[in-house]
């Protein structure tokens, strides 16, 4: 297959089937919240900038967790009702990108999230499309993911811990909340052990596109989002 470029002045993609057979499909064009939008409606995500160049995948297989097979097990459970961590969310975005930027990961060099990654994620944050969850251990942030929610999918792209379970625990209070809000997908985008531990699994591309064509007529919960100390998650608008 073909590798696609795409250009400033045109927002569309290539049909993800298209991809080759390690998930890319397409370099160029840039991290505008319409691309961005585009993009994850259609299962497309960025994965890294190389040389000034963006590089779009959809892999087949896809990773991802439905909230109602989440595994918690016994010791998160009962470490979550030690309350050790507070968990909050949309406190801290950019510091939880930095973060996730910055935490070496095994088998990893450097990292993917560029400076247009921040500029990119902040601008769709803003619009209340982007959200954090934050992991504190008192004052200090020890963990934490980001992601977009587009309907009733959260297509998950980054978490780090600097503490033992910290990602964990916000992963699960996460998955937790947003299945009280209807949410029927979480996008891991690729399996990792953390991941499948927590119920993660692979399906196919035809089977993940059939569940974003249903999501096309989900209403975005758009806007600051927050948890409560019951865990039940809440959305505000933003003042700018």
């Not at 998160?76 to 507070?86: A, D, E, V, W």
């Not at 601008?123 to 992601?147: C, M, T």
């Not at 531990?197 to 806007?223: C, K, W």
């Amino acid at each position: 297959m073909p590798v696609f470029r795409l250009h400033d002045d045109d927002a569309d993609f290539p049909a993800p089937y298209l991809a080759q057979a390690d998930g890319l499909l397409a370099i160029g064009g840039d991290l505008s919240p319409l691309r961005l939008f585009t993009a994850y409606r259609n299962g497309i995500f960025p994965w890294f900038e190389e040389q000034g160049e963006l590089f779009w995948f959809s892999p087949d297989p896809r990773a991802v967790l439905l909230p109602d097979e989440l595994k918690v097990h016994k010791s998160m459970r009962s470490l979550l009702n030690k309350g050790r961590f507070r968990i909050t969310c949309d406190e801290a975005f950019h510091r939880v990108m930095q973060a996730c930027a910055h935490t070496p990961r095994q088998g990893q060099e450097g990292t993917w999230i560029s400076p247009a990654f921040f500029e990119g994620y902040m601008r769709f944050h803003l619009l209340g499309l982007a959200h954090s969850v934050e992991v504190w251990e008192g004052d200090n942030l020890v963990g934490g993911l980001y992601g977009i929610a587009l309907g009733k999918i959260f297509y998950g792209e980054s978490m780090f811990s600097h503490q033992d379970n910290a990602s964990k625990a916000g992963f699960i209070t996460l998955v937790r909340a947003l299945k009280e809000k209807g949410f029927q997908l979480i996008d891991c985008q690729q399996e990792t052990p953390h991941l499948l531990s927590l119920g993660a699994r692979n399906i196919s591309r035809v089977d993940f596109m059939e569940h974003l064509a249903r999501n096309v007529y989900e209403p975005d919960l758009r806007g600051k989002w927050s948890l409560d100390e019951n865990g039940q998650l809440h959305c505000a608008a933003y003042h700018q």
